[in-house]
């Protein structure tokens, strides 16, 4: 059982920063990929970044590419979602999940295939 608690999400102005952090329970945690997903008020929840249990290989959406990045610390056992140059669209629920894999290179971007979630951190970004 894995336990993902998100923090670092608030109200930022258009341009701004903000960097989630989602902090997970247990001793497994580079046994896991992970991902950050985003559902905003009337959309369907959808994917924004995903991580290799080590960290090596990342996807980020089109949408926020060059914007967002993800990354994780083992020894912390958290992943970030650094958020720079935010736009009012970005305004969503911002979830990270956690998929258990034996691959090392593995990027999950499907949400069915993700294991545990955390409990979600609001984003919103003023025009």
């Known amino acids: 059982q894995v336990q993902l608690v998100e923090s670092g999400g608030g109200l930022v102005q258009a341009g701004g920063s903000l960097r989630l952090s989602c902090a997970a329970s247990g001793r497994t945690f580079s046994s896991y990929a992970m991902g950050w997903f985003r559902q905003a008020p009337g959309k369907e929840r959808e994917v924004v970044a995903a991580?290799?249990?080590?960290?090596?290989?990342?996807y980020t959406v089109d949408s926020v590419k060059g914007r967002f990045t993800i990354s994780r610390d083992n020894a912390k056992n958290t992943a970030y979602l650094q958020m720079n140059s935010l736009k009012p669209e970005d305004t969503a629920v911002y979830y990270c999940?956690?998929?258990?894999?034996?691959?090392?290179?593995?990027?999950?971007?499907?949400?069915?295939?993700?294991?545990?979630w955390g409990q979600g951190a609001q984003v919103t970004v003023s025009s």
């Open positions: 999940a956690a998929s258990r894999t034996t691959l090392l290179a593995t990027l999950r971007i499907t949400q069915s295939l993700y294991d545990y």
């Open positions: 991580i290799s249990r080590r960290g090596g290989d990342t």
